[in-house]
């Protein structure tokens, strides 16, 4: 099994403009997913805003961002930022998670989400965020 952890950048409403900005600096390719494409527009302002997003360039550099929703607190200077830990082995990443829940506060269980087979966040005991997804199954 393979595991890749990549920086996850949050923004609020500067998602798109940040990824285009590292895409030209890195000279990578682009990915973005709004809120609409993904069926996932809580709030019609928010619809073109990025759900998802990366880039992706051949010399290795990889990030990944979105825009967090209204909803949920955002505050630039406290999670800017989480960790995006992906796998395909459904098992290990489980493992994974069951050790870093140890003292974390569980912000979303992991189980089935409707873009992969398991997806979970939780923020460990230190304060730093983490996104564990399974991209297989």
Avoid: C
């Avoid at 950048?9 to 993904?38: I, P, W």
């Amino acid at each position: 099994m393979s595991v890749k952890s990549v920086i996850h950048l949050n923004f609020r409403g500067d998602a798109r403009a940040a990824l285009t900005f590292y895409r030209s600096v890195f000279d990578g390719e682009a990915a973005m997913v709004t809120y609409q494409d993904a069926g996932a527009a809580q709030d019609p302002a928010e619809a073109g805003q990025i759900m998802w997003g990366q880039v992706a360039a051949g010399n290795g550099f990889h990030v990944m961002a979105y825009d967090v929703p209204v909803r949920l607190p955002y505050d630039k200077g406290q999670n800017a930022f989480f960790v995006s830990l992906r796998g395909d082995a459904a098992q290990e990443i489980t493992g994974w998670w069951e050790k870093l829940a140890d003292g974390a506060t569980i912000v979303r269980p992991l189980g089935p989400a409707p873009w992969a087979p398991l997806y979970g966040m939780l923020t460990d005991r230190f304060g730093v965020t983490w996104v564990v997804d399974v991209l297989n199954g």
